[in-house]
């Protein structure tokens, strides 16, 4: 396949992918603004007004970064993730075994579609947070390499579970018992320097809080962790997910038989 | 003319050790129609599941014109057009967007892939059906989409497993005419069929595969030519009691107006009508009793290719 095909191979699984996220949008793109919206009203306003300030901000203005990384963290991961899956169901991913795409054009298309859908929410969940607080904008470069960065490292991450899943239960179990607690413990809603000295180094395991806390500066100039670590941290695992789910389609690790 | 596919020494051997493939070696001749026939778990399926990248092999050898599936998979796979025995498209896709992605996937301009999807369509009937998702479509709707959606990128080789299985047969013959006019216009064709009577009006040459193993390898005509005795029923316009003598025997009474009767393939049945005649039996219709393929299909698995029975 020469690069021009390529190109149109890789349009075609990236038009489809929005597509199909885009014919059920009440279903990928309304409930996360709805959850999220309730986070605003609840934890921003009801109860944000009695905590105060956090790192000199007000606690709305603190969460709202968070916020809307979580909605595209979980989102990304549940595109991937349930339309890979849903081709391994439907056995459509024959179509696409039986064509001359090169694996890492697969897994190119369809990080692309988790981006897409992860960008479209976490861009309405924006839009959403406009109404209940002014937002900043630190540094615009920083908010749009690490959203793009962190949406293709959890789309990466869904393409593997739909890979390795057997059964819809498989595609459930990341999301609630890893994913969910992570980004909970990521520092969406405090600082860790309000947690004891050793849950601080336990949560520097927690690769979300890098992408939280890098976010944040973006908006607010102000980070738990070192810009350079935080992105050293998602470039290393976006490039090692990548370069494993490159591997485990050119194998057919549970595509093929 | 050169092989459309050529498979060298074959084997695969799944995870749980089962062996489904024992070293098979086939050649389909450019603009051929071939016959891929074989029992359930036969190994058809993995041998086409092979061809087609859906399944990996365990050693051997394809060729798709001559382009090495491990080497040149992109050219190999450019050649190749694939309808599957199960449904293997997304449901809630429309009709139009599953052939236009389809061309996509093998670098075809989208509105390239919209001309020939409205060209396949419309040969296959589907054209009316274009925005309907895939779900609502009948069995046979089905069954043509997966047609039309193998040939969208213009494919020199195309394989059809079981293509007409639980499709009724105004649907079948339409789809047996249509495999014709492709297979005329230059498309080599492997067909793997239940149907043997589909085998036997369409194709050319067969290959059967029985416990992973190629058993039989040769042209239709020769393949038929090794029956010796055809089974024919005779349905009669008056009832008979009992049956007369004939040389040789081979007369049997099913009811009062239907008898069978075995004639050796070089016994003229002008013979048979004559000596029914002389008894004042008239003959109203006769049929094959079984197709004859079936009857050599089951008579090979039973005894092997050269008429022995097996331990």
């Known amino acids: 396949m020469n690069l021009h095909d390529q190109l149109i191979a890789y349009k075609t699984i990236v038009i489809k992918e929005v597509l199909r996220f885009g014919r059920i949008w009440v279903q990928t793109i309304v409930p996360p603004v709805i959850t999220v919206s309730l986070y605003f009203v609840i934890f921003g306003n009801l109860i944000g007004s009695r905590i105060g300030e956090m790192d000199g901000f007000s606690y709305m203005d603190y969460i709202v970064p968070g916020l809307i990384m979580m909605a595209v963290i979980t989102n990304s991961y549940a595109n991937v993730v349930s339309s890979f899956y849903g081709c391994k169901f439907h056995h459509n991913i024959e179509e696409l075994l039986v064509s001359p795409i090169p694996s890492y054009l697969i897994v190119l298309g369809f990080m692309t579609g988790g981006v897409a859908r992860g960008l479209a929410v976490g861009a309405a969940v924006t839009a959403v947070s406009m109404f209940f607080t002014e937002l900043q904008f630190h540094n615009p470069v920083v908010i749009i390499t690490i959203v793009l960065l962190t949406s293709m490292l959890f789309s990466l991450a869904g393409l593997l579970n739909a890979v390795f899943a057997r059964s819809f239960d498989d595609i459930s179990i990341v999301p609630t018992f890893v994913l969910t607690p992570l980004t909970y413990l990521g520092g969406v809603f405090y600082t860790i320097h309000l947690l004891p000295e050793f849950w601080q180094n336990v949560s520097r395991l927690n690769p979300i809080l890098y992408m939280v806390n890098a976010f944040r500066y973006g908006f607010l100039g102000v980070s738990d962790i070192g810009i350079f670590w935080s992105y050293a941290i998602i470039i290393g695992f976006t490039a090692a997910l990548y370069g494993i789910a490159v591997y485990v389609l050119h194998i057919g690790l549970g595509i093929r038989k | ?311």
């Open chain 2, 1 to 311: 003319m050169d092989n459309a596919l050529t498979i060298d020494n074959l084997t695969k051997t799944y995870a749980n050790g089962f062996q489904a493939l024992k070293g098979i070696s086939l050649e389909v001749r450019e603009g051929d129609f071939f016959a891929l026939l074989g029992p359930n778990g036969a190994g058809k399926s993995t041998t086409i599941g092979i061809v087609c990248a859906l399944v990996t092999k365990s050693a051997g050898k394809v060729r798709i014109f001559d382009h090495d599936i491990d080497r040149d998979f992109s050219r190999a796979k450019r050649l190749l057009g694939l309808v599957p025995q199960e449904f293997n498209f997304n449901i809630f896709e429309p009709v139009e967007e599953i052939l236009v992605n389809q061309a996509g996937y093998f670098g075809i301009e989208r509105k390239t892939g919209f001309e020939r999807a409205e060209r396949y369509l419309k040969l296959l009937g589907l054209w009316d059906k274009r925005r309907s998702q895939a779900r609502e479509l009948s069995g046979g709707m089905k069954r043509r989409l997966m047609i039309a959606r193998a040939l969208v990128h213009e494919p020199r080789l195309l394989i059809l497993d079981e293509p007409t299985a639980g499709v009724d047969i105004e649907v079948r013959h339409s789809m047996w005419k249509f495999l014709r006019e492709l297979n005329a216009a230059g498309i080599t064709i492997i067909l793997t069929t239940h149907n043997l009577e589909e085998a036997e009006n369409l194709c050319r040459n067969i290959a059967i595969i029985d416990e992973g193993r190629l058993i039989e390898n040769t042209s239709m005509k020769q393949l038929l030519g090794r029956l010796h005795m055809e089974t024919f029923v005779l349905e009669l316009r008056h009832p008979v009691g009992r049956l007369p003598r004939l040389e040789p025997d081979c007369l049997r009474k099913i009811d009062d107006t239907t008898l069978e009767v075995d004639i050796d393939r070089d016994r003229s049945v002008n013979a048979l009508y004559e000596q029914l005649s002389r008894h004042g039996i008239e003959v109203l219709s006769m049929r094959n009793k079984t197709n004859r393929l079936e009857q050599l299909f089951l008579h090979m698995l039973q005894n092997g290719t050269d008429g022995e029975e097996r331990p």
